[in-house]
């Protein structure tokens, strides 16, 4: 009897321990077949954005639903792997899926801290829930995840599962996978991240939205020591490399700064021309576009633009700050992010709310927390608006919003926004290859690419094509030409009377078609137009691209009163550097999907071999030999600066210097450059394509050719070079040389210009114009 006495409660012991069990069993028999097939992740095939690259494979944009990056296991850099460890799962290489030592390290941290703080999902688990389930905290669908998490074991390699992890987690910002991260963090590749920026990034599966570097920097910087901390206790870092990590800023990228190079306009280019052909494929199935745009072209580019329109920008004053925020009710940090948080960024324009102002010193807050102190030159150019004597709007108090940037010795200086904008690109005049493109001054205030959609006045820099089309009839550069006022009736002219000038308001009378473009001499322009005609001109011009309805056949055309993009500016130069073959400009070499097979290629026209020739190779030389002078002695001079014998070109300043161009080259690269505003007024009375221009060009050039061997113009076949007096421009001789056609040349003593007192109206075999 007392055997039985006992039984009863071993009966009811064991019920109790092997009933959940048997229920638990019973649950996984019936729920392991229903679970999700593994194909996702075998056959993983996530939606890649499309890239696009430069001609070296430097990223330069992306566009997709979502930022991602493929990366395969042995490519992720250890010091990623160990921070990742750390932070989510150092016991992943241990366990079978489920970490149970985990799940009982995290209920009594759970229990004692009173709250569900630390949870226990492994990097398995982690992996079912993102593919395959939602992220609803119920038991059932934690029962799940534990279920596919030993499936996804029992089919899959550690290393195979952690890949996944690597490529699939959201980490912020739109980036999937910590490749991407890198890049839209810190704008770098996986492979070149510290054992810093690592535990930043490892920080983020928790709550990207809160541990978020961009968004969040304080609460990220305290993710990140913690991360740190656990990798130092699991000796994945040794204490040197701890208090390294520890001190080091972390700098987080900002909007499209991720990409080293700036380069929005030529990528949303290259996305057009994408979607054009593959449509809404074009974001998701990870094309890559090779483009010809060359890295540090497109570096100095952009610089060159950035700097040439905040010079310009500076000479004409200081219009007041940009808004103004109230601070009686608290000018905390909160208080004054928040007052910036609709403020664009614009690059190095650093946006910042004012905290004291006087005439001798402006304190303000920059967006990121930093305390800038403006005082001495530095507040030169915003002088006037730290005064009483100017409107309330335009003035500096505290609580003005203005923009402020270092200058080259790190010192702060206020700035501002400019109003203007400005274009460039240059190219291989051989082939068509662009190699640099900057459509505005900054593509996040404005997508309109002025190198492509812009229609502008060109000015005087369509003079050259003019004075090709002269050769073409028979006029040499030692032609005489009057340079004389002249006035026009309306029937002349197309539209109403006209009466133009000279841009500095002098005349000299007979001058050489050379001088008159060295110069830039309108009245001689015009009367050159006048010999050849304006119909003969205008069909001569579609010769290299122009469009003839763009460019009506009246007089104003010898001024460049027609209309042109810079795109066409580049195909029509390229001509002259070239020796006279017509070449298309193009940016993209080549397309790949995400394999790497070429889906599509450009095969350019070269000059010489293939392409068209439209003028003769002694019309190119003669024009280039006459732009040189431009450079050397002319409205360009400020070229020669650059320290080099072989670049030719042309400035152009359109009616009350709307517009301001400078068209250049040298045989390997041709550079063009616009400045204006987009509705059209006058960027200032001084204010010239060589002035305003031509800085921009000669700050790419100066970078682009630094290693570039000066190069020599051959004068071609059936030429020939014959000397001539020319007073004020004479060499050690006292002449100068000129070049003839071999069917135009002059005798030797008709080849020498006359006395004033015996000066005749033929001259050269040309009469005078």
Request: with cysteine; hydrophobic share 40%.
């Amino acid at each position: 009897m007392p055997s039985r006495r006992w039984f009863f409660p071993i009966l009811v012991t064991l019920t109790l321990i092997l009933l959940p069990a048997i229920l638990l069993g019973l649950a996984v028999v019936l729920a392991y077949p229903s679970l999700p097939s593994l194909e996702a992740l075998t056959d993983y095939r996530p939606k890649i954005p499309l890239r696009v690259y430069s001609a070296e494979g430097a990223l330069l944009g992306e566009f997709g639903e979502e930022r991602r990056a493929l990366v395969k296991i042995s490519e992720v850099p250890d010091v990623m792997k160990k921070a990742i460890l750390a932070a989510e799962d150092d016991r992943f290489y241990k366990h079978g899926g489920v970490d149970y030592m985990g799940v009982l390290r995290a209920a009594v941290s759970n229990f004692t801290s009173g709250g569900a703080k630390q949870g226990a999902s492994t990097i398995t688990m982690q992996v079912a829930r993102n593919f395959f389930l939602s992220k609803e905290k119920t038991m059932t669908r934690k029962f799940n995840e534990m279920l596919l998490a030993f499936k996804i074991e029992h089919n899959l390699s550690k290393d195979e599962i952690l890949q996944l992890y690597f490529n699939q987690i959201y980490l912020g910002q739109r980036s999937y996978g910590f490749a991407a991260a890198a890049q839209v963090y810190f704008g770098k590749p996986l492979s070149q991240v510290t054992v810093a920026e690592a535990a930043m990034l490892a920080g983020l599966p928790k709550a990207p939205s809160s541990y978020n570097p961009v968004v969040n920097p304080k609460r990220a910087k305290l993710r990140q020591l913690y991360v740190l901390r656990r990798m130092h206790e699991l000796r994945f870092i040794d204490d040197a490399q701890l208090r390294l990590a520890q001190q080091q800023p972390i700098v987080a990228k900002r909007g499209n700064q991720e990409f080293g190079v700036k380069s929005d306009y030529i990528s949303e280019m290259a996305r057009q021309a994408v979607y054009e052909k593959y449509q809404g494929d074009t974001y998701t199935q990870g094309f890559k576009v090779y483009t010809t745009i060359r890295q540090q072209d497109q570096i100095a580019a952009y610089q060159a633009v950035r700097k040439g329109v905040l010079e310009y920008d500076r000479r004409h004053g200081y219009r007041g700050p940009e808004g103004f925020v109230d601070l009686r009710n608290g000018s905390g940090d909160e208080q004054l992010e928040e007052a910036l948080q609709d403020v664009i960024d614009n690059d190095d324009l650093i946006p910042a709310v004012v905290l004291a102002a006087s005439p001798k010193l402006v304190r303000a807050y920059c967006r990121g927390g930093e305390i800038a102190e403006v005082s001495g030159d530095a507040l030169r150019f915003a002088q006037r608006a730290l005064s009483d004597k100017v409107a309330l709007k335009q003035r500096i108090n505290t609580g003005s919003i203005i923009r402020l940037q270092k200058d080259e010795k790190g010192a702060w200086q206020i700035s501002q926004l400019p109003q203007v904008e400005a274009a460039f690109v240059s190219g291989d005049p051989r082939n068509g290859a662009i190699y640099a493109l900057v459509g505005g001054f900054d593509f996040n205030r404005s997508q309109f690419n002025h190198i492509t959609q812009a229609w502008r006045q060109p000015g005087s820099s369509l003079k050259p094509f003019i004075y090709s089309a002269a050769l073409e009839k028979g006029l040499t550069p030692a032609t005489l030409i009057n340079d004389a006022p002249l006035v026009f009736d309306a029937e002349q002219t197309g539209s109403e009377p006209w009466q133009p000038k000279n841009y500095d308001g002098k005349y000299e009378g007979p001058i050489r078609m050379r001088y008159a473009l060295t110069k830039s001499k309108n009245m001689a322009s015009i009367r050159i137009l006048q010999s050849i005609t304006p119909q003969y001109a205008q069909d001569y011009l579609t010769k290299f691209g122009f469009e003839a309805d763009k460019h009506p056949p009246y007089l104003t055309m010898a001024l460049g009163a027609g209309s042109v993009t810079p795109l066409q500016m580049l195909a029509g130069y390229s001509v002259f550097a070239n020796g006279g073959f017509r070449v298309a400009p193009y940016f993209i070499q080549r397309i790949e999907d995400a394999q790497g097979r070429v889906l599509s290629k450009t095969t350019p026209m070269v000059a010489g071999d293939g392409a068209e020739q439209i003028i003769d190779v002694r019309n190119a030389f003669t024009m280039v030999s006459m732009m040189q002078d431009v450079v050397t002695r002319g409205t360009a001079a400020r070229a020669m600066q650059l320290g080099r014998q072989d670049l030719a070109g042309k400035t152009g300043t359109t009616s009350d210097s709307i517009d301001a161009w400078f068209c250049g080259f040298q045989p390997t690269v041709v550079g063009i450059s616009w400045m204006g505003f987009d509705q059209p007024r006058s960027l200032g009375d001084k204010e010239t394509g060589g002035g305003a221009a031509l800085p921009m060009w000669m700050g790419y050039m100066e970078k682009t050719l630094k290693n570039v061997p000066q190069a020599a113009y051959t004068m071609p076949d059936n030429m020939v070079a014959t000397r001539i007096n020319e007073q004020g421009h004479q060499d050690e001789n006292g002449s100068l040389i000129e070049y003839f056609y071999q069917e135009n040349s002059p005798s030797e003593q008709a080849a020498h210009a006359p006395s004033e007192e015996s000066k005749p109206a033929n001259i050269l075999k040309d009469q005078l114009l």
